[in-house]
């Protein structure tokens, strides 16, 4: 029986501890291949905070995911196998995707099964190693932005440096809007270098500055969760009309207390008086292949980190954990 190697965890908690590299597990095989499914054969796959959210769900984890769990959403990858009646994809195809949502057999492994409509091609002119990056992240700004801003409007981004932040700065650029983020001062020069005008949180009072400047902004992302009174002030910084999406935050008793009562409870009753959308994205292959063509035209870049090999994945997950990583961190698999 053929084998591979992946890294797993048998039961929840901090990946950094708990994730072991097995190296006979099975193959999956093309026979094993449901309707609408991919077989593929992993090049990069790189991280994303919800890798590690999701193994630190305790009992969630558990009754989620079947034990021992391969974590992993993206990747960039070869067609092995394909069961479809979509001749879209074909064995041998360069593909890059997401999964898009907890599964037990991730992307951190040789082989791993999808389904089809988590992939597309790589564009002409993006290498592989950056199509990794391409997945989560890029979603998960450009649905933050896209259906909801129009061209001339401003955004502000809380977290302007890391993966979705980079990614939403020349999305909301790309769409015809003026941006502002926070980001620390190492990483400012990169943000301003994407478009974005800076707020340096490591040397003022970000709410300060923001009720400083009035109702500015008609959009705004919150990737960190780490201004505890973002939303509920959001009426001091933003106008009337602005929505108020959240994306990112600590998977803490407090931080889930905030965000349902950030989505539950009315304005009238002492919440926020802005619209309020926890972020839930969703992966679409057309979306996927609109993303790519940006890279490949030049009017969008993949800002990596850091690479890693497929046996230093612990130290990639140490990294993630920082909250440092400027861009996506990719891992090596071969």
Same mark, same amino acid.
């Given at each position: ?12 908690? !901090?990946? &950094? ?19 609408? &499914?991919?077989?593929?054969? +992993? ?15 305790? +009992? ?19 067609? *092995?196998? =394909? ?27 040789? #082989?791993? %099964? ?5 992939? /597309? ?7 592989? !190693? &950056? ?5 989560? @992240? ?10 909801? $801003? ?6 502000? %981004? ?13 999305? @909301? ?6 941006? +502002? ?7 400012? *020069? ?5 478009? @974005?005008?800076? $707020? ?30 973002? #939303? ?54 057309? &979306? ?6 940006? =890279?490949?035209?030049?009017? /969008? ?9 497929? *046996? ?5 997950? *140490?990294?993630?954990? +920082? ?5 996506? %961190? %990719?891992?090596?698999?071969?």
């Amino acid at each position: 029986m053929a084998t591979m190697r992946a890294w797993q965890y048998s039961s929840p908690g !901090e990946l &950094e501890s708990t994730l072991r590299l097995v190296t006979d597990l099975p193959k999956p095989s093309a026979d094993s291949l449901r309707q609408e &499914e991919v077989l593929i054969k +992993t090049l990069y796959a790189s991280l994303n905070p919800a890798d590690r959210m999701v193994a630190n769900l305790g +009992t969630f984890t558990k009754l989620r995911l079947s034990l021992p769990v391969t974590p992993g959403y993206d990747f960039c990858d070869l067609v *092995e196998a =394909v069961n479809t009646s979509d001749t879209t994809l074909k064995p041998g195809d360069l593909v890059f995707g997401c999964l898009g949502h907890p599964v037990t057999h991730g992307t951190l492994s040789e #082989y791993f %099964i999808g389904p089809t409509t988590c992939c /597309a091609r790589v564009s002409s002119g993006v290498r592989a !190693e &950056e199509a990794a990056g391409l997945g989560s @992240a890029a979603i998960t700004a450009y649905q933050a932005l896209a259906p909801f $801003i129009t061209s001339g409007q401003r955004v502000f %981004i809380n977290g302007g440096s890391g993966g979705v932040g980079l990614f939403a700065i020349q999305f @909301a650029k790309i769409l015809g809007a003026e941006v +502002t983020v926070t980001c620390s001062t190492r990483n400012i *020069e990169l943000c301003q270098e994407l478009g @974005a005008d800076i $707020i340096d949180y490591t040397h003022c009072n970000v709410l300060d500055v923001l009720k400083q400047r009035g109702q500015e902004f008609d959009h705004v992302i919150d990737n960190v969760g780490n201004i505890p009174e973002l #939303y509920s002030l959001a009426h001091l910084y933003t106008n009337p009309n602005a929505r108020f999406i959240q994306v990112g935050g600590q998977m803490s008793s407090m931080q889930l207390f905030a965000v349902a009562r950030n989505t539950l409870l009315p304005g009238f009753l002492g919440g926020g008086k802005r619209a309020y959308h926890l972020s839930m994205p969703k992966v679409d292959r057309e &979306e996927l292949s609109a993303l790519a063509d940006f =890279v490949a035209q030049g009017r /969008a870049r993949i800002v990596i980190d850091q690479h890693f090999k497929f *046996e230093d994945t612990i130290q990639a997950f *140490e990294k993630l954990k +920082t909250g440092r990583a400027r861009g996506k %961190i %990719i891992i090596s698999i071969y």
